[in-house]
């Protein structure tokens, strides 16, 4: 069965450095999510991509967060430099067009 | 998005059914009733969906009032691996997803 792949898995770095996290969603799916996941609270969008194209990235740090999903396939979220507060579950997901959407096992960032 | 309540946590024996509600009276004529559910430290799952009428899936059914401002989730013989945290969702169907704090349904041995 198709999956949503994402890595690194696990993530510790200190503040100020910059992490990256890599998606590949299923094949054909053209829209791409990242979703950032607080302990004990539900997942936030922070962006949406329609193939290469961002549709929504209205809660995305832009000051400090980037994505990018250039040919339409994978994915890479950014963040630079890393502060505590962005500890956290960093999630993918893709659907075909609008349908349900398939989440990966996600990223668990740790910022020291 | 239509405001969603459910309660925060709910235990089940394992074997029997699992009935988790959702309220949704703000929901408009075009909204499904989307269910998906996290297993500890996974991403979410997909679980249903539906607009009016019932649904069944390989996973669970979904009973959505005549008046759709309240639905039910079941899953008929709940195991230890259902133990997770379920979200109902009300949205169109190219809206995003608002998560909230969903129900903590624990399937007890």
């Known amino acids: 069965e198709a999956e949503v792949a994402q890595s690194p898995r696990y993530k510790i770095t200190e503040k100020s450095q910059a992490v990256a996290f890599w998606c590949d969603p299923i094949s054909g799916h053209a829209t791409l999510y990242w979703y950032r996941q607080i302990l004990g609270q539900g997942p936030e969008l922070l962006v949406q991509?329609?193939?290469?194209?961002?549709?929504?990235d209205s809660q995305l740090p832009k000051d400090r967060f980037s994505a990018e999903r250039l040919k339409g396939v994978d994915s890479t979220l950014k963040i630079q430099p890393a502060e505590l507060g962005d500890s956290a579950m960093y999630l993918c997901a893709s659907s075909f067009l609008y349908t349900e959407q398939f989440f990966g096992p996600g990223t668990r960032l740790t910022v020291l | 998005d239509a405001k969603t309540t459910q309660p925060t946590s709910m235990d089940c024996a394992e074997g029997r059914a699992a009935n988790l509600p959702c309220n949704h009276s703000t929901i408009s004529g075009n909204e499904y009733v989307y269910w998906y559910r996290q297993i500890h430290s996974q991403g979410p799952q997909y679980i249903i969906h539906?607009?009016?009428n019932n649904e069944t899936n390989e996973m669970a059914s979904l009973i959505i009032t005549e008046d759709r401002k309240s639905s039910t989730l079941i899953l008929p013989h709940a195991t230890l691996r259902d133990t997770a945290v379920y979200y109902c969702?009300?949205?169109?169907?190219?809206?995003?997803?608002?998560f909230g704090k969903g129900t903590r349904l624990h399937i007890l041995p």
């Open positions: 539906g607009l009016k």
């Open positions: 991509f329609q193939d290469e194209s961002v549709v929504d």
């Open positions: 969702i009300g949205l169109n169907r190219d809206d995003k997803i608002i």
